[in-house]
């Protein structure tokens, strides 16, 4: 995530500087420092930006699964954590997922997945 994101999505979430740092459990000044591209923002705030931005995505509930929409064969299934805990339309904020038959073990490799998953489309609109 840039800086620009960052602040395309604080603005989408309708909040200031000082709030979003509550929120994100950081300092403001990390959150001047995100927005100003002094600081990179870590996996963490990433993570949490992102479901935020979900639980105010009201087509959350007409959205499909991920299992659905990749068409994932039984055995992908049972073993995959997003399905374990029914938590198809969040399999992005789970690490340890089975995308495109593989698990990623960063968040930033995932991620670069993710941004193309058409699971991920539907639910963070930014």
């Known amino acids: 995530m840039d800086k620009n994101e960052f602040k395309k999505i604080r603005s989408r979430l309708d909040k200031t500087q000082k ?3 509550q929120l994100l459990g950081v300092s403001i000044k990390a959150v001047h420092s995100y927005e100003q591209g002094w600081r990179t923002i870590p996996p963490a705030v990433e993570r949490q930006i992102f ?21 994932c064969r039984p055995a992908i299934k049972k073993a995959c954590p997003a399905w ?24 930033e490799d995932k991620m670069k997945l993710c941004r193309t998953c058409d699971v991920f489309k539907q639910i963070i609109d930014i």
């Not at 087509?59 to 991920?66: M, R, S, V, Y």
């Not at 938590?87 to 960063?106: D, E, L, P, S």
Request: charged share 20%; glycine share 6%.
């Open 19 to 21: 709030q979003m740092a």
């Open 51 to 71: 479901f935020l931005l979900s639980r105010i995505n009201p087509d959350l509930k007409k959205a499909k699964n991920c299992w659905q929409i990749n068409n």
């Open 84 to 107: 374990e805990f029914k938590a198809g339309k969040h399999c992005w904020f789970i690490n340890g997922t089975y995308c495109n038959g593989n698990v990623h073990k960063k968040w």
